[in-house]
């Protein structure tokens, strides 16, 4: 039972962290809610490391998402007729009240709850593999701006979570 119960907070702590990053790197990019994209971002940054391991796996450079990133916001905007300003390194401030995600970004959450009913614990990898498998969006634009196929993506990230016991 004390398992469980400690299973049940380490995930807590998990999701907490994994929100609070993302939301840095979304009001790093001059968004207040964090989107699939950030929460990837943020899954890079948890310490358990899978996150990186499973872009490793697939052959992709995990410190190269960021940049990935940027260019599908660049890209888009050029798309419509504007130009990107120069990167602001000044992030903006969070929104006063509950935490609120983009719906990518919500998305992600609701896969994460859904997904997770066994004992296991939660793994940046875990977030990898919802991203990975997205249709559409920054997230998956950026991947393949990378050069990196989602479907190996997603079984790296699989194979890491099959393999993680508590």
């Known amino acids: 039972m004390f398992k469980r119960i400690r299973a049940k907070l380490d995930d807590m702590s998990t ?30 940054d948890l310490p358990d490391g899978t996150a990186r391991l499973a872009f490793e796996r697939a052959g992709a450079e995990p410190d190269a998402l960021k ?17 990107a300003n120069a990167p602001d390194d000044t992030p903006l401030s969070a929104n006063p009240g509950a ?7 919500q998305a992600i959450m609701q896969e994460l709850a859904q997904t997770r009913r066994d004992h296991a614990p939660l793994l940046g990898a875990h977030v990898v593999s919802i991203v990975a498998g997205l ?32």
Do not use: N, W
């Open 15 to 44: 999701i907490k962290r994994l929100c609070e990053r993302a939301e840095a790197h979304a009001l790093h990019d001059q968004q207040r809610e964090p989107g699939a994209e950030h929460f990837l971002l943020a899954a890079l």
């Open 67 to 83: 940049g990935a990133i940027e260019r599908q916001y660049g890209d888009a905007l050029q798309s419509i007729g504007l130009m």
């Open 99 to 105: 935490y609120q995600a983009a719906p990518s970004g």
């Open 135 to 166: 249709p559409q969006g920054v997230a998956p634009r950026a991947l393949r701006a990378l050069g990196v196929d989602p479907a190996i993506l997603k079984s790296s990230a699989d194979a890491i979570v099959g393999t993680s016991v508590r």
